[in-house]
């Protein structure tokens, strides 16, 4: 019989597998990246499955594994199923999937690893040898003797702390007695750190019974029945993350591993300690995956998992791909956040790869949010998932009280020109700065000002097919629904209120922050922004600055909603609620009750009670009053009740086809190629829109459009999807994208 492989090979268009032979020298396992010769070329693949072969069924001669890329399998059987998974649903290749699960320097022909000169004795060599050393050469005798304590010791730390020689080290090698070599070593950038380690908190009733309730649930699987992921509802400083800690010692001291999925912009610097601290004991098998890591720092951190070294992975969107062997629990930490979903090839939502993952590997889900995604939420009351619920913050701490401040009086108020503080804002920050505490102003920043709003009534144009917003196009001088593609004629004066100062309210955090700095010239102002804080360790700073009550105000975009912690911040200020509602999106109000809700969570953390200010155009808009009211069932309800009217997800699921290129005739034609091409073929219970120029209609100096099909059935529309694209060919200079459960209809 014959060792052979079937191997995937990387980047070929569509997944190519091949056999091959394993050399006798060669050990292979499923899992483990190889390099072999394709069509008298070099190329990386991924062994799919080792196998015996009959010599004599063979139509042609296997050729040989040329090498291999490390001696260990990088994937568990585990990770390749999901792979295949991610693939059919997402409509990709798995190769590309694989490639993404695995870190750059690990992709290529032989693993990167960074290594460093080090020394150590030449076997055999011991005191026999070095003893009779006389005085002259004492240094050669006392490294020899501190050589033999250590198996083998950096170069840079024998000349360094230990204060030895180079010339010493020389002279021990041109006697045989030792010598020196390429040792890989890992980077920790948390190694100079000291963490203090923080002890479980006794939990209240609320936590504790959602932590047997994760307990149960891994009960319940290791019995080998079907297990439910649990989607856990607790309001903003109900102590989820404690939870989300002793349900991970659990795991732990169960010998068993564990990944917490935070989202991006919630990685700070103080989430990540709170795990480090609580972990402090074996800080070294916390792994923290943030954005801000080196291609060889994050990869370092892989190879501490994949080594077994880390058994707990903390960290965004990819970090479900880490090969945690043995896995206990996966926590997917706000939930709801948009960040989870991939914008880029594989277009994966992590969040449900998190349940994906968490079947195949038979452990329990854990979606914790104080505002739940709708398409959970729909889960919960389909019986998919069960519901957790923590209503009571820690301590019997109040949730904040929310003033709603409507900027149309405002604007009247205070006269011509764009508004930005409300008078009560203004007051609230001046009665905080006397009294030494902290404020947080939010500037929300999603959306491209590209809607008109009134700024006397808060009028905003929006589709009545489909209750999104319309978008202006400039050039066309048209307002248009980007769902279905119903246009008409911008008004020139405001369809409700008949006023002319219909405008783009646009602003940035840099122009608030100087008027901030006139209008309260004594307060020490931070801005956090992606601007800002581009500098490594920026954020880590300036929010250590906040915490030790060095700063007054914290102005911030989305990232400064989410997760932060700081017990004396007793204001919260959200400046513009509204931008977020006007986006050519179904979701604009689910996402505005999120970021509201959020944080206004932020506020009275502490001893001290808080105060929300929102200031809006649009007072009555339902995200805006359900979130003053801390009502998430209710905002649920309504909310659900208009998607299910337009159909919108969570009861369908899209797929949004994008086609760009540089000449836009071409573009458009090769999407009404494929437009065609699907409706011959559209089988019952999936519909397609027209083709339509996308919302950004022009970007990178390409032309973009979309078609949208839409379905109750995931699985069946993907399939339909990926027939449909079997055999297309497009120009070159046209490229196609797929996204399905898009994020981002633009
Ligand atoms: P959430 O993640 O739900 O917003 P956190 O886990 O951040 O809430 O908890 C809010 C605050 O309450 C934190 O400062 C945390 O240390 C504290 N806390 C959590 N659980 C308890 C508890 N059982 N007893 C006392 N304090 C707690
Ligand atoms: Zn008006
Ligand atoms: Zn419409």
């Known amino acids: 019989m014959l060792r052979a492989v079937k191997v995937l090979i990387d980047g ?80 990709t290749s798995v190769e590309t999937v694989v490639r993404t699960m695995l870190p750059k320097p690990s992709q290529g022909e032989a693993e990167k690893r960074k290594t460093a000169k080090a020394v150590r004795l030449v076997p055999g060599i011991g005191p026999e040898q070095w003893g009779e050393l006389g005085a002259r050469v004492a240094k050669q005798k006392a490294l020899c003797e501190f050589l033999g304590e250590h198996s083998s010791v950096l170069m840079s730390e024998l000349t360094g702390e230990h204060g030895f020689s180079s010339s010493s080290v020389k002279a021990l090698v041109e006697r ?78 169960a010998g068993k591993g564990a990944i917490v999925l935070v989202p991006e912009i919630a990685l700070t610097p103080q989430t990540a300690d709170r795990f480090k601290q609580r972990f402090a004991k074996i800080k070294d098998e916390v792994a923290i995956l943030h954005s801000n ?91 998919k998932y069960e519901l957790a619920t923590m209503r009571l913050r820690v301590d019997d701490r109040k949730l904040p009280l929310i003033r ?5 009086l405002e604007s009247r108020k205070q006269g011509a020109g764009l508004t930005i503080f409300s008078s009560r804002l203004r007051e609230g920050i001046e009665k905080r700065l006397v009294a030494g505490e902290q404020v947080i102003l939010l500037l929300n920043r999603r959306g491209f000002a590209r809607n008109i709003l009134c700024t006397d009534c ?79 360790g920026q954020l880590r700073e300036t929010l250590t600055a906040f915490r030790a009550k060095k700063l007054d105000i914290l102005l911030g975009t989305q990232m400064i909603a989410k997760g932060l912690d700081f017990p004396n911040v007793t204001l919260v200020g959200v400046l513009n609620a509204d931008v977020g509602l006007h986006v050519p999106d179904f979701r604009a109000g689910e996402r505005t009750f999120q970021l509201l809700t959020q944080v206004a969570g932020r506020a009275g953390r502490g001893e001290l009670e808080g105060e929300v200010i929102v200031q809006t155009y649009t007072p009555h808009h339902p995200s805006i009053q359900f979130s003053r009211h801390h009502d998430f069932e209710g905002f649920a309800e309504q909310e659900m009740a208009m998607r299910r009217q337009f159909g919108h997800p969570p009861f369908i699921h899209l797929i949004l086809i994008t086609v760009r290129s540089k000449h836009q005739q071409r573009a458009e034609l090769s999407l009404r190629t494929l437009h065609g091409r699907l409706k011959a073929a559209l089988p019952q219970g999936i519909s397609l829109t027209e083709p339509l120029p996308s ?9 973009r459009f979309q078609i949208i099909l839409k379905s109750a059935k995931a699985r069946s529309l993907a399939g339909f999807v990926r027939e449909g694209l079997i055999g297309l060919n497009f120009p070159d200079d046209v490229i196609l994208t797929v996204d399905v459960d898009p994020y981002n209809l633009s």
Not at 23 to 39: E, F, N, S, W
Not at 354 to 377: F, Q
Request: charged content about 25%; glycine content about 8%.
């Open 404 to 408: 709603v401040i409507d900027m149309k």
């Open 458 to 536: 808060g009028y905003v144009a929006t589709c009545q097919h489909c209750s999104t917003t319309m978008t202006l196009h400039k050039g066309e001088d048209k307002l248009v629904c980007h769902i279905c593609g119903f246009s008409h004629l911008p008004p020139r004066r405001c369809p409700e209120c008949r006023s002319q100062s219909i405008a783009n309210a646009g602003i940035g955090t840099e122009r608030v922050e100087e008027m901030m700095r006139q209008v309260f010239p004594a307060a020490r102002i931070a801005r956090v922004d992606t601007d800002t804080m581009r500098k490594k």
């Open 176 to 253: 045989g007695w030792v010598e020196t070599f390429d040792q890989i070593v890992g980077r920790d950038p948390l190694e100079n750190i000291e963490y203090v380690e923080s002890l479980p908190l006794a939990l209240n009733p609320e936590q504790a019974g959602v932590l047997a309730q994760v307990q149960r649930a891994g009960e319940t699987l290791r019995r080998g029945e079907p297990g439910r992921p649990i989607l856990l509802h607790g309001v903003t400083g109900s102590g989820k993350t404690e939870v989300y800690l002793q349900a991970i010692q659990q795991v732990v001291d």
């Open 12 to 91: 070929a268009a569509g997944d190519l597998t091949f056999s091959y032979r394993i050399p006798d020298a060669m050990t292979v396992t499923t899992g483990q990246r190889v390099v072999v010769m394709l069509r008298n070329r070099k190329t990386v693949a991924t062994v799919t499955a080792v196998e015996e072969l009959d010599p004599r069924s063979l139509k042609y001669e296997l050729k040989p594994i040329e090498s291999v890329v490390a001696e260990d399998s990088f994937l568990s059987v585990g990770l390749l199923e999901l792979a295949r998974w991610i693939a059919r649903f997402y409509i």
């Open 293 to 383: 890591l080196s291609e060889g720092e994050r990869h370092d951190e892989w190879r501490k998992v994949l080594d077994g070294r880390a058994r707990i992975v903390i960290g965004a969107r990819s970090a479900i791909f880490s090969p945690v062997a043995n896995l206990g629990l996966i926590v997917v930490d706000e939930e709801h956040e948009g960040s989870y979903k991939q914008d880029t090839v594989p277009r994966y939502q992590a969040r449900d790869i998190a349940v994906v993952r968490g079947a195949i590997e038979g452990c329990p889900v854990l979606l914790g949010s104080a505002t739940p995604s709708l398409e959970s939420w729909q889960n919960v009351l389909a019986g």
């Open 695 to 703: 919302p950004l209609e022009k970007s990178h100096d390409q032309w």
